[in-house]
């Protein structure tokens, strides 16, 4: 009899500890209901960034002298295997040495805010569709030289000349000469970090590079204005006469402000790049490349 409750005892023992380890299991693993749901809440980016090749580097190695185009590097240096991303708040001293390989070390010293560069840039970006930031925010220095403008006919107005498009010359011809695929790969290396900060500045949009894309037509749309056209002195600073331009964002003003010239060629480069970095994800364009 002592053997027969002892063996129930042992059995009743194994089948309790059977009965908590599958309960303890179904609690750690989520139910597909769960699941799907999580998938529902995080939707699909509307532009996803193409996918690097396992393995492969994304960004061109430095190339400080630039004496080689990007795309014609040996086999042995463009496929060598991809470094791990330094933490955000660590980022700036690699990307500026990357951005150094990509536009030269002169460029990115003169131009270049060496703190915070992915920071101030999804800013920047964020900013472009709507009023200027502060300077302190934006990437890049400024201009060192003052407008060019000549008196008009009309005392309340001034003429924004062509001699303004110069003053723009060596950052068209900077960002012409970069291969937009280039820019692309550099920027899709570090995309987690673009994506990092861009989640910091707590936006509704949950994708950076949907935002980049979106803001990148929306510069594309800038309109065309022959030069000079008219400007007025307003508190300090010189607004567009006309209202319907002095409404603008500043990122399609700083455009007119290049003249047609400079920002035809701006918008060129703008429209390859964005073509490397999304592919169009609707169901009409099957995958295919976005067309602007």
């Given at each position: 009899m002592r053997w027969t409750i002892s063996v129930l005892l042992v059995l009743a023992l194994v089948a309790g500890l059977w009965w908590l380890e599958q309960r303890q299991q179904a609690e750690l693993t989520p139910s597909p209901e769960l699941e799907l749901s999580a998938q529902e809440q995080a939707p699909a980016p509307r532009y996803p960034l193409p996918e690097p090749e396992p393995g492969r580097v994304t960004t061109p190695p430095v190339d400080r002298d630039r004496e080689q185009p990007p795309g014609?590097?040996?086999?042995?240096?463009?496929?060598?295997?991809?470094?791990?991303?330094?933490?955000?708040?660590?980022?700036?001293?690699?990307?500026?040495?990357?951005?150094?390989?990509?536009?030269?070390n002169d460029f990115v010293q003169r131009w270049v805010k060496p703190e915070f560069v992915i920071e101030r840039s999804v800013a920047l970006v964020n900013s472009l569709d709507g009023d200027a930031p502060a300077l302190r925010i934006r990437p890049l220095n400024t201009l060192d030289s003052e407008p060019a403008t000549r008196a008009h006919a009309d005392a309340?107005?001034?003429?924004?000349?062509?001699?303004?498009?110069?003053?723009?010359?060596?950052?068209?011809?900077?960002?012409?000469?970069?291969?937009?695929?280039?820019?692309?790969?550099?920027?899709?290396?570090?995309?987690?970090?673009?994506?990092?900060?861009?989640?910091?500045?707590?936006?509704?949009?949950?994708?950076?590079?949907?935002?980049?894309?979106?803001?990148?037509?929306?510069?594309?749309?800038?309109?065309?204005?022959?030069?000079?056209?008219?400007?007025?002195?307003?508190?300090?600073?010189?607004?567009?006469?006309?209202?319907?331009?002095?409404?603008?964002?500043?990122?399609?003003k700083l455009l007119l402000r290049m003249g047609p010239s400079g920002a035809g060629r701006v918008k060129d480069?703008?429209?390859?790049?964005?073509?490397?970095?999304?592919?169009?994800?609707?169901?009409?364009?099957?995958?295919?490349?976005r067309r602007r």
């Open positions: 014609d590097l040996p086999p042995s240096e463009a496929e060598a295997e991809s470094p791990p991303l330094p933490e955000l708040a660590d980022s700036d001293a690699e990307l500026l040495e990357s951005l150094s390989g990509l536009i030269g309340d107005t001034l003429l924004w000349t062509e001699a303004n498009s110069q003053r723009y010359d060596t950052l068209v011809a900077t960002l012409e000469s970069v291969p937009p695929e280039a820019a692309a790969a550099l920027y899709n290396r570090y995309y987690p970090l673009f994506q990092q900060a861009w989640v910091a500045l707590g936006e509704s949009e949950p994708y950076f590079n949907d935002r980049l894309v979106d803001v990148i037509d929306h510069l594309l749309a800038t309109p065309h204005v022959e030069l000079p056209f008219e400007v007025q002195l307003y508190e300090g600073r010189l607004h567009f006469a006309d209202p319907s331009l002095q409404e603008q964002s500043w990122g399609r480069w703008l429209r390859q790049f964005g073509n490397e970095l999304a592919t169009d994800s609707s169901p009409a364009a099957s995958g295919s490349p």
